[in-house]
């Protein structure tokens, strides 16, 4: 049962997605009051029953200036404790740390070099590199010249993924169907030469290491392995279950222990489970996609950030219950309906034995969030049609 207390305790911005909303949930499940932001109406946690304050700030995309000035307005009214950022505004955030710190608010974020290092696709897989992590077969193309001579030493398929990108954007794969049209891809994805790696196509299931480090030693780790994927180069999961794999905690923690993370994390691999080879795909130095999933299988990942923010240092905690599935019900639909319509009605979706534990966007405690974000989203599309 959550339980709701009487004061400010937490500042959330960027609250317009399930991320946000699951870590409101977090904070309220142990008794958190927190002041929840976004930058307009269409946020979910924005509809949330526990919510105990609202706001609407600037969007930190358009004016970083506006956004820190909002900021530092609402940490002056409210006088939360701790300030967590859901999504990229923590490289904004991390970019002023030392103006917003002024106002005696707790940030737990890393430095802004480590963020953009982290999560730059270029430099991440060079840093997992050298800390001892597989990586997949990667080239920095310079040119048309790079990616054939790659294509001829590798084969197909190869996969294209730009520096800077989330859920997906600005990633492609190359196979036998549009090898011959590598040019205009190129164009379609808006993509400029130096600023993209291409790599080896490597099989095997997407696991997830979420961890939370105190300045590179890790207090809470969490796996989940992805049953369900949006689309077939990668991006959200739809479907995931709770799990451990060793091998991948102990590369998750080699990777941010290498550069002295602090905060949250979460780090996707490649891994076959026939053959036991894996491969670091990417790291997002902030919160998940599938944070409802971790908080709900025993690892509060928010409340802890947030206590490791307030007391210095928090115990460590490792163990959580496995074989929990969560479904994106919202996303789950829309990629069975948009598979269905691409296949003209022969739907190739993946499968599973176990059934779905919980919905990460749907709650029968707090139902209206679920319900506005429908409406929201709908009222957006018919906007742009029109």
Partial sequence: MIKISKHIDVLLTNGWDRIAYNILRGLASEGLKTAFGTDN???MGYYSKYASEKFVHHNYKKSEALFVSDLISIINKYSPKVYIPTGEEIFAVSRNYDSLSKTGIRIPVSDIKTL????NKIFSFRIAESAGLPVPQTIIPSSLTDIDNFIKEYGLPVIIKRAWSRSAQGVCI???NNVSDIQNLIHKQNLEFGKFILQKFVHGKTY???ILMNRGKPRAMF????????IASGGPSTVRISTRN???ENYATKLLESVSFHGVAMIEFKFDEQSGNSWFIECNPRFWGSVGLAINSGVNFPYLLYKMALDGDIEPVMNYKEGVVA????GDKITMFKNFLSLNGKTKFSSFDKGIDFFDDFYKDDPIPFFAWIYLLARRKL???R
């Fill in 41 to 43: 109406y269409l946020g």
């Fill in 116 to 119: 953009e290092a982290l999560n």
């Fill in 174 to 176: 190359i196979d036998k």
């Fill in 208 to 210: 997830g290491v979420s």
């Fill in 223 to 230: 796996t989940h392995k992805r049953l369900r994927e949006r």
């Fill in 246 to 248: 060793p091998l991948l």
């Fill in 327 to 330: 479904e994106w019900w919202l």
């Fill in 383 to 385: 906007v742009k049609l």
